[in-house]
Nanobody
């Protein structure tokens, strides 16, 4: 079993910054993918940013150049630095990981409970 604990969501004015954190614990042999999704009001959940264990990062076009995803492998943590926030960034942000629980085992995906980000214009 794996637990994800998120933090960092808040109310911020447009143009401001926030840093989201997500820490994974439990049965972890290797983390293959760590990322962030978000779901805005009345919208579908969408990928914001992700990073893989071989160093590939991906960003949604809407956040490219404003958001930065970083990973702390030693602590099984992932962060999302969000700068120049816009009202359209408002939503619940979910941490997402793909983990190999045991050596040679299959990959399993896990979701955090979500953290609310509200950007006021």
């Amino acid at each position: 079993q794996v637990q994800l604990v998120e933090s960092g969501g808040d109310l911020v004015q447009a143009g401001g910054s926030l840093r989201l954190s997500c820490a994974a614990s439990g049965s972890i042999f290797n983390i293959n993918v760590m990322g962030w999704y978000r779901q805005g009001p009345g919208k579908q959940r969408e990928l914001v940013a992700s990073t893989t264990d071989y160093g590939y990062t991906h960003y949604a076009d809407s956040v490219q150049g404003r958001f930065t995803i970083t990973e702390d492998k030693a602590n099984n943590a992932v962060y999302l630095q969000m700068n120049s926030l816009k009202s359209e960034d408002t939503g619940v942000y979910y941490c997402y990981v793909v983990i190999e629980n045991i050596k040679g085992g299959s990959n399993r995906s896990y979701w955090g409970q979500g953290t609310q980000v509200t950007v006021s214009s």
